[in-house]
């Protein structure tokens, strides 16, 4: 009985590690930002994310549309 106790404490153990290290893994990935910017010449601006939580300025894209502005 004991040793079934220890078993499974043993499996929770480990679950939570990889869940922990899978949390951290996300909360430091990289990617990409876009914003629609809704001036009167309608843009979308794209950001690069890094890993930090840096952004910097992509590019701004014009979607030919007209904003409110």
Request: hydrophobic share 40%; net charge positive; proline share 0%.
């Amino acid at each position: 009985m004991i040793q079934k106790k220890a078993n499974i404490l043993a499996r929770l153990g480990l679950a939570l590690c990889i869940l922990l290290a899978s949390l951290a893994a996300v909360a430091q990935s990289v990617g990409g930002i876009y914003v629609n910017t809704n001036q009167v010449n309608n843009e979308v601006w794209s950001y690069s994310r890094t890993a930090n939580g840096t952004l910097t300025l992509v590019g701004k894209y014009s979607t030919q549309g007209t904003g409110t502005g």
